[in-house]
């Protein structure tokens, strides 16, 4: 009997949480100063970009500078911000090409919403500046470890991931109560605090508070598909299933949200 796959190969988890995080703070190699902070996203080939401004210690920095930079995905939770994964990128900092520079501008607009993004691209003093991957060290939950740059660049994020941001995001808005309600008749006891996680092809993670005794440590559970899903409306037919493994209850819900 063949049993589901419970969670994404560890590289493209970590691609996954590479195209959903921002870049944090940057460490410059063989320096006294501290961790700077940082302004940047993350290309379509997972090397983290910075917008780098004068004055800023990168600024001035010959080229393949060796740098490690933070990055971090987080997720809204009651209003907060909480960590789903930290990522250290270990690098050698090169210019953005020119001829490359819009694309990679609009790749990162969106975690770098900052007016001198596109100053860079028409000569202004700020300065895009990519990262050549030499090693990534991750820390996701319970899990930790080390890529190197061709495990990370060969692997591809989850091919699902912006449809299933959408779909956490109206599950986590609209249908927290049927979320702890189906966790608890899965775990057998009373499930408080729900919240949808993480959502893959392999399956979602549920992040709860709660427990028969009461509150305490948060929880995170784990729940594969039977098989993995192969488009995005089969991820959201997955995710029904869960919320709703009674058909009358599955149909109600469409009915509400029309």
Known sequence: MQHPVAAPPIPERVRTLAAMAAPTHVSIAGTDLPACPARGGVDAQGRPVLLVKPGEALYG???????????????????EEKARGLLKVRGWTQAVPEDEGRETAI????????????AALEGGAPRLVRVDVAHVVYLTG???GLLDADEYLDARPDPFVH?????IGHINAAHREQLSLALGLL???PATGAWLWELDRYG?????DGSAEGPGEDRFIRL?????????????????????PHPHDHARDHANER
């Not at 449809?163 to 779909?167: F, I």
């Not at 979602?204 to 709860?208: F, N």
């Not at 993995?228 to 409306?233: L, N, Y």
């Open 61 to 79: 920095s010959a080229p393949e500078t060796v740098v490690t930079v933070d990055l971090v995905a987080v997720r809204a939770v009651d209003g």
């Open 107 to 118: 790749a990162i607009a969106e975690s770098c919403p900052d007016e001198d993004l596109f």
């Open 187 to 189: 775990m057998g006891e």
């Open 142 to 144: 319970q899990e930790s």
């Open 204 to 208: 979602a993670t549920i992040k709860s």
């Open 163 to 167: 449809a299933a941001e959408r779909m």
């Open 224 to 244: 594969p598909w039977p098989i993995p899903a192969a488009s995005p409306q089969a991820l959201e037919y997955a995710l029904r299933c869960l919320l709703f």
